[in-house]
């Protein structure tokens, strides 16, 4: 499962700009816009977030963020399809196929959300389960429920036909062409049978035939389960939603250092989704991140040097000039993608240190925490790094001379 992932996922999920109202033509234009401008630093994932099923959001989006009994689109065993007003063409059966195809074509890779369990309403209905004589009441745990979406019970997992039914939506999804799942409600294992849930998702993407990347959310991720992620899964969520504030960005310095021991090849601790850019038009109203440039920039190197998967939550489409230029500073993901090692080495109520060592050589990222700007402490730092390239600017920091950091702002240093 892990093999084919060899470093961390970067890609585009729809969920910070448009939260439950995205459609195909809008899933489009933000391929197109990756494909042209992106891919070549590595950003290759597409992700549909939440509600693909549905289309009633519009209609009640000031009393419900997700909609009570919602009309979903479902086939006659027990699994969700597109909702063909959002998604054309998934019209006659053909689901997220067509979709995945386009995505594909464009030399990028598709991904789609899903909730933990079985959707309520084929509990009702009892529909079958693929390949069994069970029907969806028959696994479905009405007292394990999410709090926040009322989509789906959970799935027992003593219950026979349990398994078999995650076998079927992996089969459907690796018919269509899915390389990535992100799966909700089932990170921090709220439900008794959350871990016993993201057991049989990884038996089931075992068994589909395709490689697909498995995505667990929300968080925060228990530290102790740290090997059962790594068994099961890919990325995993060490924070709840993250969002363009200064007090999560400060606070997500803490969680890196204590997952950074369990980073390693295949399994990737994730910070979430980079806001950036525009965002909120399916919460109400489009916004421009609340994050100061210093802030993206400072954001950027944390999740690069603590190999975080980068997942941008922006509208692509709308990208300005310099959260382009963010998002393909190349030497930024060389050292990613190369980072054999990195820590937190220094840590005070005004800076931060982290390393990173890569085959290639070192890497030292300064952060300024505090809310005025200030000189760097070099005396922090081995005096290896006197000389060294600033990545962000290009031009060589040397010790003897002073640098001023921006107010949350961070240099990287590469030698």
Known sequence: MKDFLKTPPMGWNSFDYYNTSVTETDVRANADYMAKHLKKFGWEYVVVDIAWYYDEEGETRDNFAYIPFAKVEIDEYSRLYPDPKKFPSSKDGKGFGPLAEYVHSLGLKF??????????????????????????????????????????????????????????????????????????????????????????????????????????????????????????????????????????????????????????????????MLPLGKLGKGFGSERTTNFTYDEQKTMMTLWCIFRSPLMLGAEMTKLDEPTLELLTKEPLYKMMNSITSSSETFCNDNFIIWEAVTPEGNYAAVFNISDKAADAPFEKLDKKYDGAVEIWSGKTINFADVCTIPSHGAILLSI
């Open 111 to 272: 991904g789609i959300h899903i909730m933990r369990g079985i959707v309520r309403r084929a509990a009702y209905m009892r529909t079958k389960i693929k390949g069994t004589d069970i029907t969806a009441d028959k696994i479905a745990d009405a007292h394990s429920t999410c709090f926040w979406n009322p989509d789906m019970y959970g799935v027992n997992p003593k219950a026979k036909g349990a398994q078999e039914y995650y076998d079927s939506l992996m089969e459907l999804y690796a018919s269509w062409g899915v390389d990535f799942i992100k799966c909700d409600d089932i990170c921090r294992m709220d439900a008794a049978s959350s871990k016993d849930e993201i057991r049989m998702l990884h038996n089931a993407i075992e068994k589909c035939g395709r490689d697909i990347v498995l995505s667990l959310s929300p968080g925060p991720a228990i530290l102790d389960e740290q090997e059962f992620y790594h068994e099961n899964a890919n990325m995993w969520r060490i924070t709840d939603d993250f969002w363009d504030r200064w007090d999560l960005l400060l606070d997500m310095f803490d969680r890196c250092r204590k997952w950074q021991p369990f980073v390693k090849e295949g399994g990737y601790p994730d910070c979430d």
